[in-house]
C-alpha cells in the first residue's frame, strides 16, 4: 500500500500554482445549514460520511467513483476544495482536492485515495478499531490490528485494519497525527 507525503520531487518542472485558501466566509456561504461537525467513517476503499443531526441520508464514498461526485458530496461537509496535482507520484500523475485539513485523491477522474492530517471544524474522522487523530500512541498500540510499519522513511509509520484492508498513519509528538487510506502520493 502506498503511504502519503504530499511532498512532491523537483526536477525543476514548474507545478501549477495551487488556487487562493478557501476562507471560513466562502464555506459558510457555500454550506449555510451545514451541522459544525459530520462524522466521517474513513475506510481502507473509501469513506462513510454520517447523515446530517437534521435528517436525510449518510453518503458512501468508494474508491472508483467520479470525481465529481466525491467533490459534492465534500463540499455539502467542508465547503469548496482547493485543487491541486503532482504529476511524478509513485502511482502515477494524481489530482488532489483539498478540503480543510482533509484531501481526497483522484486518479484518471476517479476516487482513489484520502488523507487527513488534523481536526477539522466540519468533521469528526474515524477509521478501523476506532483510530482517530490525536489518540496516544499507546493506545494505538493497544489495537489489535496495529501494525508498525518498519523501514520508514515518513517517520513513525503504522498501519490498522485486517488482512489487505489497510489504512495507513503517522505519529507525531506520541499521537496519531496523519491517516491516509488507499492509493497515495508518497516519496520514500
Not at 512532491?8 to 451545514?34: F, K, L
Not at 461537525?37 to 468508494?62: C, K, Q
Not at 488532489?96 to 466540519?122: C, I, L, Y
Amino acid at each position: 500500500m502506498a503511504a502519503l507525503s504530499l511532498a512532491a520531487c523537483n526536477d525543476g518542472a514548474q507545478e501549477p500554482a495551487p488556487s487562493e485558501p478557501v476562507t471560513q466566509e466562502q464555506i459558510d456561504a457555500q454550506t449555510p445549514n451545514a451541522p459544525s461537525e459530520r462524522s466521517i467513517d474513513l475506510l481502507p476503499d473509501g469513506l462513510v460520511i454520517a447523515p446530517p443531526e437534521a435528517g436525510g441520508d449518510g453518503v458512501v464514498l468508494n474508491f472508483g467513483e467520479g470525481e465529481d461526485e466525491v467533490v459534492e458530496a465534500l463540499t455539502a461537509v467542508f465547503g469548496g476544495p482547493q485543487f491541486g496535482s503532482n504529476e511524478e507520484c509513485g502511482a502515477g500523475p494524481m489530482t488532489f482536492a483539498t478540503f480543510d485539513q482533509f484531501v481526497a485523491n483522484f486518479q484518471d477522474d476517479r476516487f482513489v485515495g484520502w488523507m487527513v492530517n488534523g481536526p477539522s471544524e466540519r468533521a469528526s474522522f474515524t477509521g478501523p478499531d476506532g483510530v482517530t487523530l490525536g489518540m496516544s500512541a499507546a493506545d494505538l498500540r493497544k489495537l489489535s490490528t496495529y501494525a508498525a510499519f518498519e523501514d520508514s522513511t515518513l517517520g513513525e509509520e503504522f498501519t490498522v485494519g485486517g488482512n489487505e484492508m489497510l489504512v495507513s498513519g503517522l505519529i507525531e509528538d506520541n499521537q496519531v497525527a496523519v491517516l491516509w487510506g488507499g492509493v497515495a502520493c508518497n516519496f520514500r
